[in-house]
Nanobody, 116 residues
Framework: QVQLVESGGGLVQAGGFLRLSCAASGDTHCISFMGWYRQAPGKERELVARMSSVGDTVYADSVMDRFTISRDNAKKMVYLQMNSLKPEDTAVYYC??????????WGQGTQVTVSS
């Protein structure tokens, strides 16, 4: 079992930046993909970015060229650098770990609020 704890959310003005961090513990050797998802009020949870264990990345079109996911396997951390933030980026951001057998683990989420 994998435990995930996110941090780094907060309130920022449009055009600003934040860096989210996710610390993994437990059966971290079972992790293949790690990613960030977000859920805005009244909307479904959506993929923001994910990274495989070998560094392949996928980004949502809406965050391409503004957000960057990175991963430090030695420290069992995954990060999301968010630049040029927009009000529509406001959401609760969740970290997710996926095992090779597609078992999913989720963090508790961190709130990101972007003011206009």
């Amino acid at each position: 079992q994998v435990q995930l704890v996110e941090s780094g959310g907060g309130l920022v003005q449009a055009g600003g930046f934040l860096r989210l961090s996710c610390a993994a513990s437990g059966d971290t050797h079972c992790i293949s993909f790690m990613g960030w998802y977000r859920q805005a009020p009244g909307k479904e949870r959506e993929l923001v970015a994910r990274m495989s264990s070998v560094g392949d990345t996928v980004y949502a079109d809406s965050v391409m060229d503004r957000f960057t996911i990175s991963r430090d396997n030695a420290k069992k951390m995954v990060y999301l650098q968010m630049n040029s933030l927009k009000p529509e980026d406001t959401a609760v951001y969740y970290c997710k770990a996926t095992s090779p057998l597609r078992k999913e683990s989720w963090g508790q989420g961190t709130q990101v609020t972007v003011s206009s």
